[in-house]
């Protein structure tokens, strides 16, 4: 049942605010840099991922110039000695919040809430995550994308996925001509993915993922609920990744999940390329708040979340309105069952990628991802593998592998500085001592600062946003 709530979490997480700080805007000439990082242990996250100790890293012109060879003579030293080097880290399954209109569609009419896409992306870049994959997104994300791009925003790299969905929501699909027809639409918009959803039937599942293969989008998303009691029919050629694992429990909701489901589903996975989204942070987060919203209130994290998601986190919190024990013991089937599913998985050679589902209330952009690699590396992931499926997988799966995903020469400079080795204990990656965005450097001060920036702006707003006067904003 907690999906169901998703299409009413999705515009709630949607939902900003324009503020007028004055932001920082990187220069061209800035980003055009060239640092040396000396004496860092580097873990590449290639194939072999041997790790070069003592390493002297040369960036230039937002890419990696060269390891280990000759320093230019005006580069910025960054110094390495006893921190480790990773590939920016990548989350595959966000919602970002964005400009919305709370109101009526007239024409000429804009959004009436705005957000600050600076505010909006911060959390991602100081937790080192470089790459976001946007699982519900809309025109305002190519907006956000472009502001990034133009140097007004340091922020990720946006992957945009076009969600089709049947049943009688707006712009749902009925026909496979429909399904046909919204996928090339969503091609001319420019949409590089396409993510199936919850009420598609059989006729339009199979429709729009054979018309994103003709037109060569990559398809994430739901198992339709129309697959129960047949689920190996949704392993269709080109349906390449699910969103969650929590996908496959809702095709069992009603029997006892066993080790045996779990394995059927890695086989059904294997056998048709399909890729995991396990995330397992937003049923533990939605599992905490059923029980209670001192989960919510005691995050250290809730200070970086806009006004008025907290005002609906807190004040207007379906989860929480739904509390039962037998949710709660539902709940916690789940989050069982979804740790023997990354077992199986795993076992079956089933390529996993990290994601959060951050929009979620209680699942907060950037720090949530720390949390789900931790939660993958207690399933039974080594933190190699955890590494791996936040890194170079992932960049696979979106087809930027070249651009993106491991320390080498000639990629993107893309890389998160840590104080600890990861690869001895995955929290370590939350031991951030800088980032390196596109080329962009910020260090630990630097990202404190931005921190702080939004934290006090949220602290100075906090009444001034309730999610039950939204549609007067
Ligand atoms: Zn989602």
Redesign the pocket.
Known sequence: MT?NF?PFL?IAFTIFFSCNKNKSVISKTENEETYVIKNVNIIPMTENNEVIENATVVIHNKKIHSINDTIPTEAKTIDGTGKWLIPGLIDM???TNADLNFRENKPTQSATFFMDTQDVMTTHVANGVTTIFD??ARVEHFGQRNEIAKGKVIGPRMALARLINGGNGRGSVHTASDARQAVRSAKEEGYNFIKVYSSLNIETFNATVDEAKKQGLNVVGHIPDVFKGQTEKVFVRHFGLV??AEEFSKQIRNQEKTEKDAKAFAQMSKDNDTWLIP?LI?IVKIRDQVQSLDSIRSMKSLKYVHPLLRDKWLNSNNYNKHSSTEFINYLDSLITFHKQMVVAFKDAGVPMVV?T?A??SGVVTGFALHDEMQLLSEAGLTNEEVLVSATRLPAEWLEINELVGTVKEGKFADLVLLDANPLENIENTRKISGVFVNGTWLDKEQIDKMLSDLADWNAKNIDNFKWSKRREY
Do not use: C, Y
């Open positions: 999906r998703l999705l399954h966000v919602h699982l519900g969103a969650h995330n937003a994601g589902d929009g979620v």
